[in-house]
């Protein structure tokens, strides 16, 4: 065991292609059995934060250590112990599915019969031992998906770091993946997420930072960055007129006017609700628990990004 | 140079469990083509041909085109795998990608990439020299060594496509290298007629192409001949041309694959 605490140690990380800086200083700690996450827009940097934790993007500036290491100087014990599981789907096309496994337990130096061992394991872990001699090809976007992080704990990684792991998938497949990660997260495996769906980095994440333009929003636990930026409930008013408008102003409430729709933020709002709902309720007037995802939208904003 | 071990011959493996999937296909071009070409060339052309003189001897046509059949041989195999086969791989397949995650570095994976390829020219020449030999037009036991000829010239043309491969934006650029260079030599290198009957400007230049001297050393080995000087430049030329450019290739590669 290393000394130090922290799995992932980053220090005024900064990661620039020409002119462009994608991530520009930050820092940050993943402590060791727990899962962080990474959430931002597209563009934010996430991907490029985590590409130089994995040792395949060099850092243009500030120190990242990994297990106390620095990535830069030990690359290939770093990577020996990290498990990564890309945006992209990277597996091997021209060979079978538990030969993908094998195969890649090879780049590790992992020797034959441990090899085939972890394969099946793996493959039984992941509800794939009924396709192991298939193609990859022939796989479903959710098996490939759960072959790729199959795939990455081959090495029985220290730390897995997933990019975006559920995208695309269907919302069974998405589960299925959500349980997994969870059993791992429950073994004491440390976990590196980048994600922009809302639940999954609630339902997945002990601690997360909140990225955009390459710089760190907020940092913390989904429920007390839930309480911290949002409050318990949300009233959401659709069509609201003049005088509601009026009233959220002059009671100094935090809300967002978006035109159609007006959401309005708190800590206690039973009272308020009921107060709102029936003096100025219009159109439809719903109250219902704050999620992540209003926190990530008022810190982000609601402009597209391309 | 330093970051790259023994580990290379783990992506050696990852191609050559794909190759052994797909044996018969990878088996029948090196089967085929010296037949075809026996056929039409030693066989038709030869009618009009007759023998020519190689470096003073004369040699049936057969004997001439057969040792050049095994360095174009050579030569395809080497850089058709490291352009087409190494640039789907790293670029629509994303395997490079995925073996960077592991302790393998860039460097290993293409010293991988560019060996296979070389090995895989071996593999053809073997089978292209088996059938050669059934018309008794290579000598043995000096055409044994056209096997470790085939391993050097696989890696100065494997490096050669590799460099390619880390230069091109997309596939449909190798048509270029493949017309301005690879035509070209299969040509003018040496291979269906004698560099001796050209005027002397072009006999120069066909020095300066890699496929002239890949078929210098496979006569020299197929007909037991090293008299000429031709033979020990021949040699240094390949050796030289493969030492520059397998780091350049890797250096190339280096800077497109890590960013």
Redesign the interface.
Known sequence: MESTQSAIEARELTKTFGALTAVSSISFDVRRGECFGILGPNGAGKTSTIRMVYGLSPRSGGTLRVFGRDIADHPRSIKAEIGVCPQENNLDPDITVIQNLEVYARYFYIPGTIARQRALALLAFMSLEHRRDAKVTDLSGGMMRRLIIARALINEPELLILDEPTTGLDPQSRHQVWERLNELRNDGMTMLLTTHYMDEAARLCDRLIIMDQGKILVEGKPADLIREYVGRHVIEVSEPGEELRNHVRTARLSYEDLGHLLIIYGHDHDQLYHEISSRYCRGGCILRMATLEDVFLKLTGRGLRE | MKSISW?FL??W??NF??YR?TWLVSFLPPLLEPLFYLLAFGVGMSVLIGSLHYEGTPVSYAKFIAPALIAINIMSNAFYENTYASFVRMYY???F?????????VGEIIAGEIVWGATKAVFATAIMMTVISFFGLIRYPDGLLLIPLAFLGGLAFGAMGMLFTAVVPHIELFNLPIFLFITPMFLFGGTFFPLENLPIWARQFALVLPLTHLVNLCRAFSYGAYGGSLFVMSFFYLAGLTLILFPLAIHKMHRRL??
């Open positions: 580990r783990q992506v493996q990852r469990i794909v999937r397949q994303k395997t990608d995925a073996m960077m995650a592991t302790p393998l570095t890590i960013k």
